[in-house]
């Protein structure tokens, strides 16, 4: 499954570069290549892992609570953001975000 998800990218990612002229720059094309397709690897692999955990729960676990519980992996994705790029929260998505959480605690608790 990681290769169908990031496959396609590790293609367009550099040809996408290349259409914008990136390729001009020398000086930058090869330490910045390197680093793209190094974060995409890691995504793949990361991708491969989560599948991997997910599966096996859903062999030891109920699905009616796993499933749920997969789905608010929006928080590592948030929080991450949060943390390591600085994105704020405003009172729409915080709003929606609370709105994902107590539906899936929904699911987990009353089923």
Same mark, same amino acid.
């Given at each position: 499954?990681? &290769?169908?998800?990031?496959?396609?990218?590790?293609?367009? +990612?550099?040809?996408? &570069? #290349?259409? *914008?002229?990136?390729?001009?720059? $020398? $000086?930058?094309?090869?330490?910045?290549? +390197?680093? $793209?397709?190094?974060?995409?690897?890691?995504?793949?692999?990361?991708?491969?892992?989560?599948?991997? +955990? #997910? #599966?096996?729960?859903?062999?030891?676990?109920?699905?009616?609570?796993?499933?749920?519980? *997969?789905? %608010?992996?929006?928080?590592?994705?948030?929080?991450?953001?949060? %943390?390591?790029?600085? $994105?704020?929260?405003? &009172?729409?998505?915080?709003?929606? %975000?609370? %709105?994902?959480?107590?539906?899936?605690?929904?699911?987990?608790?009353?089923?």
């Amino acid at each position: 499954m990681s &290769r169908l998800r990031h496959g396609p990218s590790a293609i367009v +990612c550099p040809s996408r &570069r #290349y259409v *914008d002229g990136w390729w001009a720059h $020398e $000086e930058q094309a090869g330490g910045a290549l +390197c680093r $793209e397709l190094a974060f995409i690897c890691l995504s793949g692999l990361a991708t491969g892992a989560s599948w991997l +955990c #997910y #599966y096996r729960a859903l062999q030891d676990g109920l699905a009616i609570v796993v499933v749920p519980i *997969d789905k %608010l992996s929006i928080l590592v994705a948030i929080a991450f953001s949060w %943390l390591f790029f600085g $994105e704020k929260l405003s &009172r729409r998505p915080a709003g929606g %975000l609370l %709105l994902i959480m107590a539906g899936t605690l929904l699911m987990v608790f009353i089923h």
